[in-house]
């Protein structure tokens, strides 16, 4: 009899020890799901007085875990007018540079809990057929947010087309435009791999990378290779320039996320006026990838896909030397006009 009590005893305790540890696993990833909500965005001080702050955020700890649906543009009409959801027009836009790290910074800064991100490239601004469609097709294309949060896109190809501060000027004259740059050569050499992988999917051959970067004729470096244009920042910085003030451009150091993310991201932060919310939680170094990934909660994080942090081919020596003595004076340029100095050769 005494056994069969002690039995039971020990059952009852082993089910409220399950339920105790199960109440406290869910309490702590909801907490660190919640922090991701908080719709944090003093941006232009639209934030109210600390009061109003703090019944927002109460208002807003029911809504919890709905959210990741209405980014993926799946919320009802009802929900959506029960939550105020708005598609809002971008705040911010990283307008390059392709393959400068445009995605990584995306998704780093898309950790803030004032900040979301639309998920695809929109090429409204680039695309005349897009552009066509008129500000509402491209609003429509924004993710659903709170109306306090800031909606960030990037679209790397805005940066060296023509048309595109123009039109991007006649939306919102005072947006802050993000330009993420790495050292001009390697990023030349990454759009290369780039385009290089593209071909070898489809079983095409291409060109060494040698071959498109120098002039056979005049064994200089050859101008008319985009990826090389690309690189020659000064040139297209200069022709935004016509439109917005330099001090509605952010410089992103490319080179530096890669290997040190945390206070670039903080940086983006102060220039989008955004309280500090992102930190080294967020962030972890992951030796198999051989880069930083996101981590948003104890029970979501994610590393960038494979297509980011390629392997580069080998390029001659003396060709990558040609290439940086040729980029020299545009950087030299490029640090005077943005006041961001890189210890480009
Ligand atoms: P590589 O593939 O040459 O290494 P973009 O998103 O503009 O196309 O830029 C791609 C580059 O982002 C990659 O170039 C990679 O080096 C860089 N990058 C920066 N941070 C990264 C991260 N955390 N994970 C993967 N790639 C990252």
């Known amino acids: 009899m005494l056994f069969k009590q002690q039995a039971l005893l020990r059952q009852k305790l082993f089910v409220l020890g399950s339920l105790a540890i199960g109440s406290l696993l869910y309490l702590v990833a909801r907490v660190g799901s919640l922090d991701r909500l908080q719709p944090l965005c003093p941006i232009d001080g639209q934030f109210g007085p600390r009061g109003q702050e703090e019944i927002a955020l109460r208002a807003l700890q029911f809504k919890r875990g709905l959210l990741h649906e209405f980014r993926k543009g799946n919320a009802t009409k009802e929900q959506i007018r029960l939550h105020n959801l708005v598609q809002q027009l971008p705040k911010a836009i990283i307008i390059g540079v392709r393959k400068g790290g445009t995605r990584a910074l995306l998704e780093m800064l898309n950790l803030h809990p004032a900040v979301v991100k639309a998920s695809q490239e929109i090429h409204f601004f680039d695309n005349d057929e897009n552009y066509a469609k008129g500000i509402e097709w491209y609003r429509k294309k924004m993710p659903f947010s709170y109306p306090h949060q800031i909606t960030i896109e990037k679209s790397p190809a805005y940066f060296i087309t023509e048309e595109v501060p123009e039109r991007i000027y006649k939306m919102n004259s005072s947006i802050k435009l993000l330009i993420i740059v790495r050292e001009p050569t390697t990023r030349a050499i990454s759009d ?103 981590r948003f909660n104890i029970v979501f994080n994610k590393c960038l896909a494979g297509s980011k942090g390629r392997i580069h081919p080998e390029v001659d020596t003396s060709v990558i030397t040609k290439l940086r003595k040729f980029f020299h004076p545009f950087n030299q340029k490029f640090y005077q006009i943005t006041g961001r100095t890189f210890n480009w050769p």
Request: aromatic content about 16%; hydrophobic content about 30%.
């Open 192 to 294: 290369y791999t780039q385009v290089l992988e593209g071909k070898e999917r489809k079983n095409k051959t291409y060109y060494k990378f040698e071959k498109l970067a120098i002039d056979p004729n005049t064994c200089e470096v050859n101008t008319k290779y985009k990826a090389v244009r690309t690189s020659i920042y000064t040139k297209h910085l200069e022709r935004w320039l016509k439109y917005f003030p330099i001090e509605q451009f952010h410089i992103v150091d490319g080179d530096r996320l890669i290997t040190e993310p945390l206070p670039e991201l903080q940086l983006v932060e102060k220039f989008l006026n955004l309280p500090p919310r992102i930190s080294q939680y967020n962030l972890y170094f992951n030796a198999t990838r051989g880069f930083y990934c996101l």
